[in-house]
């Protein structure tokens, strides 16, 4: 067989190394013929060794060129093998999304800022002096048992509502200002369908000259018209709270769009902060007020969810229902 045909014919890397040393090695057909050359006349050596040479040349050139044809069949064989079949269907990977609570306290504070409030956090972990004393809560006051929560052995709480955030403010910034803080509270509660031990609250504080009633009373209506619609309506009656005089809670008129029910959905404390607020902070000649309501209730009516806990136990089917609620 001629030696280029064998060339071409080697089914593998391997053999095509045989072939290789068969006429290329130490060994090899055309290095025995180079190597002869010596033994023939000199006029004969040099057209001899040209066509060698020639001939040494062209197998090397055959022997790359099957060399390199065969690495390609073997990478499409591989890619044969290991492809990426582009027609099938892809998975579906899950996709999460926001809780409804934190959907609604996004909602609620995007609302507050478009009327100019800043927002903030405060700390969990709270003293009695900022959960209590300097929102005018005496000790030994009756108005405390309405907020029990866990304590410290250090004497520290959680705190059971967002209103300490309210001298915490005070205490690290000059009026004029408006502060809304959305956050976790926290209560020693017999846990059923409407209390939980900790829950969201969010607190607004409005504080400058000549603050009245009627901007607190304004404030509510606008927040209340912003994620109710433009029918919202909204009514104060008066009730007791330590830091507020007066003092009220308030309610929005709602209708559920579903079912056409409706009623005032009661929804938080308000009222202009209590003089002896101010003088704790060592603020004087403003006014101010104030309000916080809870979270939770914003999102369990109008939606209809019938138990609290269903926003803390993590079932994805309820959780499902509501991503991109709002
Ligand atoms: N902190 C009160 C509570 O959790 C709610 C409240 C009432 C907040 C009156 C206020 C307010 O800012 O003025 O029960």
């Given at each position: ?95 999460g999304?926001?809780h409804l609570l ?207 806990r269903y926003f803390y136990n993590g079932d994805l089917r309820v959780l499902r229902?509501f991503?991109?609620?709002?």
């Open positions: 067989m001629d030696a280029i045909a064998e060339i071409e014919a080697a089914p593998s890397e391997a053999a095509l190394h045989e072939v290789k040393v068969k006429y290329l090695g130490k060994k090899g057909l055309i290095t025995q013929q180079l190597k002869e050359l010596s033994l023939l006349p000199p006029d004969e050596r040099r057209t001899a060794g040209a066509r060698i040479n020639a001939l040494k040349q062209q197998l090397e050139a055959a022997i790359e060129a099957r060399k390199a044809a065969l690495e390609r069949t073997a990478l499409e064989r591989q890619l044969a093998t290991e492809g990426l079949d582009v027609t099938l269907p892809g998975y579906q990977f899950p996709v999304g926001l934190t959907q609604v306290i996004n909602r609620v504070t995007e609302v507050f800022k478009s009327m100019g409030y800043e927002v903030v956090m405060g700390p969990e972990l709270e003293t009695d002096d900022y959960n209590f004393k300097l929102l005018n809560f005496p000790d030994e006051h009756p108005a405390r048992d309405t907020q029990d929560t866990f304590f410290m052995t250090d004497g520290r709480l959680l705190r059971t509502h967002t209103s300490p955030m309210q001298v915490r403010y005070m205490q690290t910034h000059r009026p004029p200002f408006k502060v809304v803080v959305p956050g976790k509270v926290f209560r020693n509660e017999a846990v059923d369908a409407t209390h939980e031990a900790m829950f969201h609250q969010l607190e607004a504080l409005v504080v400058g000259e000549r603050v009245t009633m009627a901007d607190l009373k304004g404030a509510i209506e606008e927040m209340a018209k912003a994620l109710f619609g433009t029918a919202a309506r909204t009514r104060l009656l008066p009730t007791y709270f330590p830091f507020v005089e007066p003092g009220a809670e308030f309610s929005v008129w709602w209708q559920n769009p579903k079912s056409g029910k409706e009623g005032w959905l009661e929804l938080g404390g308000c009222g202009m902060v209590h003089p002896n607020v101010f003088k704790a902070v060592g603020y004087e000649g403003v006014t101010g007020f104030a309000f916080g309501f809870g979270l939770e209730r914003l999102a369990l009516i109008p939606y209809g969810i019938p138990d609290i229902q991503r991109g609620a709002l």
